[in-house]
């Protein structure tokens, strides 16, 4: 019942026409295959160049299927619980205890981005929607196919802001470790949720992802949130993500048609 | 009370808090302020950058043709027939960004929320601070797709005229209205922008509709850009508390 109604939650038309571009810059095998284990490739400044379309990684196949409710869309473990690799589990607040165990107990009704609001961060990063990258000078874009949205991430050296406006998506800026871009979030609302089973982020959270791209076709991307509010120390997961070829980006406008939200009641 | 509709639309966090954030390499006066009417930027290549936050003019948010006489819009007939029951404001609750979905193209030109511009080799990006969407233009030499999945805002391609940037739009879903007067746009509009960027702080865009099922011939508006300096997009998530739809006209 509950993957069920997740994974109603999240459908998307995976089944659209996509559209075929071969993909610029590619290494090949000898064989003529695209070389995913080749270097990562670089800007002209000698940083890794994290430009490309990434999907993260998904080990939800056949859930719907179990359920009787088949979808044609892989999800990560993380979209249903962030903490699903970390064995001792999160380090809850007591508030924040009781409070997961209300919102889970709704069977994810109230999980807001089930209403078609941003996921936030770092549920943008395990969300089954493809993602591109462009890096430029300056700024990182990231053009997500869920809601055609954007997120802007400022590499121009300009500091968090002292009082953001609260938003679902925060404020990021980003700088390099080596061949880490290491970004900052912070600026976030209230009331978040970081995945399907309710675990809170709140006004005082600070999100660091470490993007790291592997080699030409895998990411790392390891987050930390530091939430003293919600929870009692900072903790950290590691993400994957996979570089994915010759197709473009599609819009999926989630209000579009939307039929689910009446039987979340 | 069709105004009061207008303003209940598109009704949005303007006393919210702004970024402030000095854009750089601005070209400024002496007292500091940007001078907009500074040389245009020009990329690595030559051509004009037009990179920078841009916002249009909320004027053609109620008729893109304001600017034009009536019988200078080619409605076919059954277009015509229809914008006059859409004004009629019966059918206020259809419009696309009613329900939170994208305003459409050349729309989001009409509201007073700025866009930002991100001029790439291959690629020009344009963010629109209006439902946070994004909107990708090719310009490394693909063209127009044949068959495209129909979409909100179409698939684009972009070529250079001269100082002029030119982006071909095709593909659209055939679901927004180009205003809320609600002239309509279909499947089989083919959209022209034309950029020209004058100086630093001012952009002409001109927007040729060539939709041959709703209008007998194309048409063509031009409608001025103003640069945004020393500010940053905010989000704006329409289904976040939404009140409207129920106080609107229509099924």
């Known amino acids: 019942m509950f993957v069920a109604i997740v994974l109603a939650v999240i459908s998307a038309p995976l089944s659209a026409q996509w559209l075929h571009y071969p993909t610029a810059g590619v290494p090949k095998t000898p064989s003529g295959l695209p070389n995913l284990g080749a270097p990562a490739p670089r800007t002209a400044d000698g940083k890794p160049d994290l430009s490309g379309i990434w999907e993260a990684e998904n080990r939800i196949h056949d859930a719907g299927g179990a359920a009787g409710n088949p979808t044609e869309l892989p999800i990560s473990l993380e979209l249903i619980n962030i903490a699903a690799s970390l064995k001792e589990g999160l380090p809850y607040q007591p508030w924040a205890a009781a409070l997961v165990k209300q919102r889970s107990a709704g069977i994810g009704k109230d999980y807001p981005h089930s209403r078609c609001v941003p996921p936030g961060v770092p549920e943008i990063d395990v969300l089954p929607e493809f993602r591109k990258i462009v890096q430029t000078p300056g700024l990182l874009l990231m053009l997500q196919e869920f809601n055609a949205s954007y997120r802007q991430i400022f590499t121009d050296g300009r500091p968090l802001p002292m009082d953001p406006n609260p938003s679902w998506n925060g404020y990021s800026i980003g700088h390099w470790e080596g061949d880490t871009l290491v970004v900052e979030t912070a600026g976030f609302r209230d009331d978040l949720w970081l995945d399907v089973n309710g675990d809170p982020l709140t006004s005082a959270a600070k999100v660091t992802e470490r993007f790291r791209r592997l080699n030409f076709g895998n990411m790392e991307i390891e987050v930390t949130v530091d939430d003293p509010k919600a929870y009692t120390r900072p903790w950290t997961i590691k993400l994957h993500h996979y570089l994915v070829l010759n197709t473009e980006l599609l819009d999926y406008i989630c209000l579009e048609n939307e039929k689910d939200i009446a039987h979340l009641k | ?251």
């Open chain 2, 1 to 251: 009370m069709k105004s009061v509709v207008a303003v209940i639309a598109i009704s949005m966090p303007l006393a919210a808090q702004w970024l402030n954030f000095p854009t750089k390499g601005i070209p400024r006066t002496p007292d500091g302020k940007p001078n907009l009417s500074a040389p245009a930027p020009k990329t690595a290549d030559g051509k004009p950058d037009l990179s920078g936050m841009w916002e249009g003019n909320f004027k053609y948010l109620a008729n893109l043709a304001a600017d034009l006489k009536p019988e200078e819009v080619p409605l076919q007939p059954w277009a015509a027939a229809l914008v006059k029951e859409r004004v009629s404001l019966a059918h206020a609750r259809e419009e696309s960004p009613a329900n939170c979905l994208p305003s459409g193209l050349p729309r989001l030109y009409s509201t007073p929320f700025p866009y930002k511009i991100l001029q790439n080799p291959a690629m020009t990006i344009i963010l629109y601070e209006n439902f946070g969407v994004y909107r990708q233009i090719f310009t490394d030499g693909r063209e127009l797709p044949k068959d495209p999945q129909p979409s909100w805002l179409g698939y684009s391609v972009g070529k250079w005229e001269g100082d002029t940037f030119v982006v071909d739009t095709i593909g659209f879903n055939g679901k927004t209205w180009l205003d809320q007067m609600g002239h309509p746009q279909t499947e089989a509009t083919h959209l022209t922008e034309r950029f020209r960027r004058r100086d630093f702080g001012h952009m002409e865009l001109q927007i040729t509709v060539d939709d041959p099922k709703a209008y007998t011939k194309p048409w063509t508006v031009r409608q001025d850009q103003r640069l945004v300096a020393d500010t940053e997009l905010l989000e704006m998530v329409c289904a976040e508390n939404e009140k409207d739809l129920a106080h609107l006209g229509g099924k």
